[in-house]
């Protein structure tokens, strides 16, 4: 399984591949992307199966830039974007009717992290 990471806070990476790891029952190589450029050139090497974005990354200039640039580099990934940062009810909506997946990065953003990618990848 191939999976990409984008993400600039370390601490958030970290949660992320804790996540995973339980999720996938094991140990998982992900490559990591710290600004919305890298993620692109990653995209743009290597098919993935799961992509996880952040949504404020550095040299992004809105949210709606670094999804727009993630969903057209994504291939046949499944993408998870994430946030720490609250977002606006129109972007919330946006990202909902797009039926794209979003969790903010609250306290229960591990689990529900960790029962998404179980059931898109185990079901």
Not at 1 to 12: C, P, S
Not at 54 to 68: A, C, G, K, R, V
Not at 82 to 101: P, Q, V
């Amino acid at each position: 399984m191939r999976i990409l990471v984008i993400e600039d806070d370390y601490a958030h990476f970290h949660t992320i591949k804790m996540a995973l790891k339980y999720a996938l029952d094991k140990d998982v190589a992900v490559d990591n992307a710290l600004k919305l450029n890298d993620a692109i050139s990653f995209m743009k090497d290597k098919d993935y199966d799961l992509i996880i974005s952040d949504l404020f990354l550095p040299y992004s200039s809105t949210l709606m830039n670094t999804i727009e640039n993630v969903i057209d580099n994504k291939r046949s990934a499944t993408v998870i974007f994430c946030s720490a940062m609250n977002i606006s009810k129109s972007d919330l909506e946006h990202i909902e009717s797009k039926k794209w997946i979003f969790f903010p990065k609250n306290d229960r953003f591990p689990e529900n992290l960790k029962n998404m990618v179980k059931e898109k990848f185990f079901v």
